[in-house]
């Protein structure tokens, strides 16, 4: 069904899908074939050219900032180009092709040395310090599914609070590292403890030393995107677990959203359906779309919170803004069951509310 503008009823109803899903490649290019004999799922293709974008681009620029003959204001003009292709082109993109990639790998096994490109020479230009958003994801993230033993969980704050955010993102900048690190070591994951520690440790020393060889480039490349990639990484979470049902915050359809039909799906691989990515965290990101409409009638049970036309930066400002009404317009009605706007809205509100320990879990639906 289309949009509906009614007084009566909630904004929008279920739209057809606008969202990416696989379409084979025909007459693949040279490079099409090329590219698809080293990776390990066909329907990555997307991520092998992004990959090659960003080589032919920041990887140079960054390498010319450090060059000591470029001064002045030919050094500014560079650190523009590079500062807009990293953070209004790329960084998107290529976060989610990361967050992708964790969770199925990118490369053949024949090939598996090239699986440690991204994280490794890649991934320090948007802030990912090597190893560390695999080990926290997968390691801790996922298994604890925004609950009290995730370090990360969104559980304890309020969650249309900026005062709120601010103090979870300041204690995640302060502890999250020694709390991941404790947490990995408590769950006898050691392997992923040294990972961490590991790639972090490389990043420290690394940084350190390039302080000394061009301390402005160092702070462009190397520290500014940290900074600014863990906001972004801790706003997107926020967003994503701002709305749990706290009678069962283990159900991953009330403690996450989907949000469908956004242009954000198609530059950032779908990552709009949050919640079939926590009840399938493999499932990969083509899919996501068709298994959203088979099972609508779980989603609809579960009274899963799904927007429409709207991503997590729009559900992050308007929460810190407290504009529920806007929430109300994009939220989808699944089965008809909110009488209007107000009743989305206090539905909303409730799930937005601090849940407060200890928590008793009950059986997910």
Known sequence: MGNVKSPDLPMKHLAACTDPEYTAVENPSRLDSFF?????DKRDLPFAYLTLKISVTLLPLAVLLFVPALTGWLWWAVL?????LSNARFRG??????HCTSH??????????LNHYLPWVIGPLFGQTP?????????????ENNLPDDESSTMFFQRDSLRSFLHYLGDF????LPNLARYLHSRNKLTLR???????????VVTFGLCFVNLPATLAVFVFPVIMGRVVMMLGNWSQHAFIAAETPDNCYTNSVTCINTNYNHKCWNDGYHISHHLKPAMHWTEHPGHFRQNLAQYAQNEAIVFD??????????LMTKRYDLLAKNFVSLDGRYADDAAVIALLKSRTRRIRRPVQLAQAA
């Open 173 to 176: 900048f302060v502890r999250g």
């Open 131 to 143: 190893e560390t958003y695999f080990t926290h994801h997968l390691g801790m993230h996922h298994p």
């Open 309 to 318: 036309g709207i991503h997590f930066l729009h559900i992050f400002a308007y």
């Open 80 to 84: 523009a180009v590079y500062m807009g």
């Open 36 to 40: 698809l004999k080293y990776i390990q």
């Open 194 to 204: 040294h990972r961490l520690m590991r790639g972090e440790l490389v990043y420290l």
């Open 93 to 98: 993109p290529y976060g989610l092709m990361q």
């Open 104 to 113: 199925r790998v990118f490369f053949r096994k024949k090939y598996g040395y």
